[in-house]
């Protein structure tokens, strides 16, 4: 498994995969052939079907300027590889000298065909790839989650995640601050300013916990959804369960910032073991692969908060991911708007529910983490295409059918 720094990057949204993984594409392209005239780069599958409302064509031109360049949508040609293919062609002297076919293939990674073993390729760290495997090595050392994390990418990985932690919290900052329309055209409107200040007199302590958490989940994915600076954690789409759930328990039970990294920690291996084995992309394996993520990282590091076993940890992250199986993704206008950011709030209050269940149930848990989610990506295989965040099925098609 590769390092936390390829699941946790800083970034601007609406979409890990649609411009996180182009703009990466683009700058790499740029870098090897500094002598370019032009680029011509063609989108494929889900690119293709929901590059326009994830604004996939205006972040390559942004990108590829001062350069020349015409992006394509091609919806029809098959992709055999990966639902997320672009194809750029470098254009030198009136001619193209050079055709790279690249994978986005979730959370702003990128593989580049022909590459997949070469140096460009982030290197492999974590030497232990399941959560049995490395529970087990746990259990042998006496050593928590977070110190294998730091065992295998040094101690400088904490400073790295504690960068991350001061991001989501200004993102949150920030989307608590504004107000209005969304950019898009579906008119949707923020609503994490009008959650966070409906306070009640006789609001109850539940309440007061749904209120909040769900409005950081929406402060975070509306700065996603608007082209803000957010982390994925694991992707753009659902950027806002893992910050959400760590925002409120600081807020509320006092933990350091110290804390929230180790959790942070806990939280990221379990997003890469989802990585590793199965997939965090939505055109892979539809929304359970998102949200589904997150909701595992969210639970895990809750439990790592409240010092819960490795049994106890497994089992939050285990159901987080069993109770997000077959969900889809079909975002309306191809926007990381309806339903996504909804789903994020609903997804961080699942994460709070989990802990609770782990803290009861986990010595009589029948499932082990490493099961659900290879469940979760032969599910997302067998999932339609339609289903698969093109904008083709679901929500998105109803929506416009009742809108004609």
């Known amino acids: 498994m590769q390092s936390l720094r390829e699941l946790y990057k800083i970034g601007r949204g609406p979409s890990s995969s649609h411009t996180i993984g182009p703009e990466r594409a683009i700058k790499l392209i740029k870098e090897r052939y500094p002598n370019a005239e032009k680029l011509r780069v063609t989108l494929f599958g889900s690119l293709a079907m929901t590059g326009k409302g994830h604004g996939t064509d205006e972040v390559i031109v942004k990108t590829a300027a001062p350069l020349e360049c015409e992006v394509v949508f091609d919806a029809v040609t098959p992709c055999n590889v990966h639902p997320n293919t672009l194809d750029i062609e470098v254009w030198e002297g009136g001619k193209v000298i050079k055709k790279q076919r690249v994978y986005s293939v979730g959370g702003g990674t990128i593989v580049l065909q022909g590459e997949e073993n070469q140096d460009c390729k982030p290197a492999d760290i974590y030497p232990l790839t399941t959560f049995t495997d490395i529970a087990a090595y746990c259990k042998s050392k006496n050593i928590r989650l977070y110190d294998y994390v730091r065992e295998c990418e040094g101690k400088d990985i904490f400073l790295y995640l504690a960068k991350i932690w001061d991001r989501m919290k200004i993102t949150i900052h920030e989307g608590l601050t504004c107000s209005g329309i969304l950019p898009g055209g579906l008119e ?94 939505g055109a892979e394996c539809g929304c359970q692969a998102e949200i589904g993520t997150a909701c595992c990282m969210a639970a895990a590091a809750l439990a790592e908060l409240f010092e819960m076993g490795l049994d106890q940890i497994e089992y939050a992250a285990e159901v987080a991911m069993e109770h997000h199986l077959g969900l889809t993704c079909d975002p309306i206008g191809g ?43 032969a599910t997302g295989k067998d999932l339609l295409g339609d289903y698969r965040e093109t904008a083709s099925g679901g929500l998105a098609t109803h929506y416009k059918k009742r809108q004609s």
């Open 335 to 377: 926007l990381v708007q309806i339903p996504c950011i909804e789903r994020n709030a609903v997804a961080a209050m699942r994460a709070i529910n989990a802990l609770s269940l782990a803290d009861f149930l986990a010595d009589s848990r029948k499932i082990s983490f490493d099961t659900v989610v290879e469940t979760m990506y």
């Open 188 to 281: 949707t409107e923020r609503r994490a300013q009008y959650l966070y200040h409906q306070r009640h007199i006789d609001e109850s302590a539940q309440t007061r916990e749904n209120r909040l958490v769900c409005s950081y989940a929406f402060a975070t994915s509306e700065q996603n959804a608007s082209g803000g600076i957010i982390v994925t954690a694991p992707t753009c789409g659902a950027c806002g369960v893992v910050p959400a759930v760590l925002k409120y328990m600081q807020e509320t039970r006092g933990f350091s910032d110290g804390d929230i990294v180790k959790a942070l920690a806990t939280g990221g291996l379990i997003g890469n073991i989802i990585k590793q084995n199965a997939s965090i992309s």
